[in-house]
């Protein structure tokens, strides 16, 4: 028996680009709705970045997908934009507010041809307020939102996360309102506007720093390293091992027992100083250099498999290279190797979402190169036929510049 996915049958129209918009259409193709991604006769901003292969990060965001080159700076290109509207059930975009309203193409044009469209927007402020126009990339929202302050040493410079996390978060923010948009639509028959702001998903992000602020605690500096943001809690932390570094903490008084009497410390548990989370606290710098000295000679994995083994929680710090070859990972079946028609061979993420009755995420294509089924998605969907497609070419209405460069 074929298990339906949630989304089959639906239409996105995905005008993402980098990360946020993208991430969101990735896991919307993942519940089984079929996603075109309608770039530029340039393509994609990522797409941009070689020219000689697809760089990785698109082709990990766009599985599932099929590319659909429009030139919206052609009359024509928005007549058959718009004609896609028609049929669509999602619209995705992350441009920068008022974008879409400049080109003719904003919510309101779009709610009134097709009342029963979703349209998710992104962008970094959201639609209104004081920081509306100001440009917004992750790194910018990270320093607005306050992870950048959050992050690094108190006596050092505030440093922006490793990832990017607020155009990640806000994807998935923007997904989770696409979705509940869909279910409100069998209620009643309308689509709406979703909108997501990248600052406000990345604000939340801050929960323990925010804590110290609203809780009143002047002596929390605003950075803390790897200990906890409130500098509430000992052991947290990051150690050294003879081959790197593992990240510990005791969340619960369980741990901080187990903890003791893995280090040998049983004294530790009859000091009145260190019996609660507070007074363990006030102590960190001295438990900080008695973990550190237990865990320096060992290896990551001996660490882990000590505290494992005394249900402390432990986690070994990896380096992308090892989390791209993780067993775990490998074992979940998270990585997917596909054969891309440029990058051949490439390791690319199912989707982190799996719903246990709704089928399983599986990569049916490729990331798709530029404009790669524009001819065969406008035959089909708009009925174009052979002649039409070669005169929208002509005119450069659906050719991508890198075809454009040939002629």
């Not at 990060?57 to 896609?84: C, H, I, T, W, Y």
């Not at 004294?267 to 550190?292: C, F, H, Q, Y």
């Amino acid at each position: 028996m074929t298990i339906r996915r949630p989304l089959d049958g639906m239409l996105v129209l995905d005008l993402g680009q980098i990360y946020n918009g993208p991430y969101c259409g990735l896991q919307l193709a993942f519940m089984g709705a079929r996603v075109l991604k309608i770039e530029p006769p340039e393509g994609d901003v990522v797409r941009r970045r070689k020219r000689e292969v697809e760089p990785y990060p698109l082709v990990m965001l766009n599985s599932n997908k099929e590319s659909v080159v429009l030139d919206f700076k052609q009359p024509r290109g928005k007549e058959l934009f718009l004609a896609l509207v028609e049929q669509a059930d999602v619209l995705i975009e992350n441009f920068a507010a008022g974008v879409m309203d400049r080109l003719g193409l904003g919510y309101d044009v779009l709610n009134k041809l097709n009342p029963r469209l979703v349209y998710g927007g992104s962008s970094g402020f959201g639609l209104d307020g004081p920081y509306r126009d100001l440009a917004a990339m992750d790194v910018t929202i990270q320093a607005m939102s306050g992870i950048t302050n959050a992050t690094g040493d108190a006596d050092g410079p505030p440093t922006k996360a490793g990832a990017a996390v607020c155009d990640f978060l806000a994807g998935i923010h923007l997904c989770a309102g696409i979705l509940g948009a869909l279910v409100q639509r069998e209620r009643t028959g309308k689509g709406q506007r979703v909108e997501v702001a990248m600052h406000e998903a990345g604000a939340i992000s801050i929960a323990s720093a925010l804590g110290a602020v609203m809780d009143g605690d002047k002596n929390v500096p605003d950075r803390t390293g790897n200990r906890h943001p409130a500098l509430a809690m000992a052991p947290y932390n990051t150690y050294r091992c003879s081959d790197g570094y593992v990240a510990i903490f005791t969340s619960a008084e369980r741990h901080w027992v187990s903890m003791c009497e893995m280090l040998g410390r049983e004294d530790w548990l009859s000091n009145p100083e260190l019996a609660t989370t507070p007074g363990r606290a006030k102590n960190m710098a001295m438990i900080d250099d008695m973990v550190g000295a237990w865990t320096l000679p060992k290896t990551k994995d001996e660490v882990l498999a000590l505290l494992n083994t005394a249900r402390v929680p432990c986690a070994p710090v990896k380096t992308a290279r090892e989390v791209a070859y993780d067993p775990h990972l490998e074992a979940r079946g998270f990585w997917v190797d596909v054969d891309h028609p440029r990058r051949g061979k490439t390791r690319v993420p199912i989707s982190p979402i799996r719903l246990h009755t709704g089928g399983k995420s599986e990569i049916k294509r490729p990331a798709p190169t530029l404009g790669q089924h524009t001819d065969a998605v406008l035959g089909e969907l708009l009925g174009l036929k052979a002649d039409e497609l070669t005169q929208l070419r002509s005119d450069e209405v659906t050719v991508p510049v890198t075809e454009r460069k040939k002629k």
